[in-house]
């Protein structure tokens, strides 16, 4: 029995019809074609915002499409975290996230079940902010010395800010102060932005913060630069020592940025945002921005590197939570 054979043009047309063409994968070749929103689970001002809003901008004029950051604040990002899980996994909600929010306040909330290795899948490194430790140019702190003798002499009631609960300076403020054997209050606030106020107000003796977020405060004497917490000295600060140049051998604590999505977006959609983010990323325009704001690239991870790095810092911090006695939060 012979079978007739439909004709290209009509079978093309039965495609048509019923919603087969064109495919998945050329329809998302076309991405973007309208906005990307790119969620921030922390106020504006503050290290991931500011990343945010480079990497954005750099974006929305390479892809031909405005990329949106949009704050959403609370819960060390959690918020946002579960708000961009649960959102359409097409590539158009999107989040800067941090080891804030992807590997350590999932381990300090209880309310908000996060989970960075199942929710998300990453898409591109941004770059690195080390912190440094801040205090008002009024202080009378002039070292890490003078710092660990100043709380000390406070007894345990010596406070810290950071812009809260689980952010990389909260977490930095525990593992100095777990090193050093001293007893510290963390103050939390929503957002480094607001906590930076009040250390320039004198309301707080200090804190850790992003580089990136006090280096103008630093640049115009508004806030002394006490030692950065990295593993060696930071290119636009060179005067200024680590904190294991001060006595704490092994010290490192820095502040990792980098796109996420939904863990179902579809792979071309990732890998393109990856290979768009790292073209950005080696621009001079881009290096020489990055440098002014104290951060250090770290572009050439791979999506598969990335969840891979993810991984392996949810259990680093894991361990720094329950070394330093890190309660979590309800």
């Known amino acids: 029995m012979a079978f007739s054979r439909t004709p290209l043009w009509i079978a093309s047309g039965l495609a048509l019809a019923f919603g087969l063409a064109p495919s998945p994968s050329h329809a998302q070749s076309k991405y973007p074609e309208h906005?990307?929103?790119v969620v921030v689970g922390f106020s504006a001002g503050g290290g991931t915002d500011v990343a945010a809003r480079v990497i954005?901008?750099?974006l929305s004029e390479a892809m031909g499409q405005t990329f949106v950051v949009e704050n959403k604040a609370g819960a060390s990002g959690l918020i946002a975290s579960d708000q961009v899980a649960k959102s359409p996994a097409d590539g158009y909600t999107i989040m800067v996230g941090s080891q804030t929010t992807l590997a350590v306040a999932p381990a300090l909330y209880r309310k908000i079940q996060v989970d960075a290795t199942r929710d998300f899948t990453g898409v591109a490194m941004i770059g690195i902010s080390p912190l440094v430790a801040v205090v008002n140019t009024s202080s009378p702190i002039h070292?890490?010395?003078d710092l660990i003798a100043e709380a000390k002499a406070k007894g345990g009631t010596m406070n810290f800010g950071?812009?809260?609960v689980g952010t990389t300076p909260h977490m930095a403020g525990e593992l100095f102060a777990h090193t050093a054997g001293i007893k510290m209050v963390h103050v939390a606030y929503r957002g480094e932005a607001p906590g930076i106020n009040d250390l320039l107000g004198g309301q707080i003796p200090f804190m850790f913060s992003n580089l990136s977020v006090v280096m103008g405060n630093v640049q115009a004497g508004k806030l002394r630069a006490l030692a950065v917490t990295s593993s060696a000295r930071v290119p636009s600060l060179p005067d200024v020592p680590t904190i294991?140049?001060?006595g704490m051998p092994g010290f490192d604590a820095a502040t990792w940025f980098t796109l996420v999505a939904p863990a179902a977006t579809p792979k071309d959609i990732v890998l393109k945002l990856n290979a768009e983010t790292r073209k950005i990323a080696a621009t001079a325009d881009f290096k020489q921005?990055?440098?002014k704001l104290g951060m250090i690239l770290d572009k050439d991870r791979t999506p598969d590197e990335i969840n891979a790095y993810i991984?392996?810092?949810i259990a680093k911090w894991a361990k720094v939570?329950?070394?330093?006695?890190?309660?979590?939060?309800d």
């Not at 939570?321 to 939060?329: E, L, Q, R, T």
């Open 244 to 246: 294991a140049e001060s």
């Open 321 to 329: 939570i329950a070394d330093a006695g890190v309660k979590p939060a």
């Open 289 to 291: 921005r990055f440098e």
């Open 162 to 164: 950071s812009g809260g």
């Open 56 to 58: 954005t901008q750099k």
């Open 35 to 37: 906005p990307v929103k």
């Open 143 to 145: 070292s890490i010395k």
């Open 311 to 313: 991984k392996s810092e």
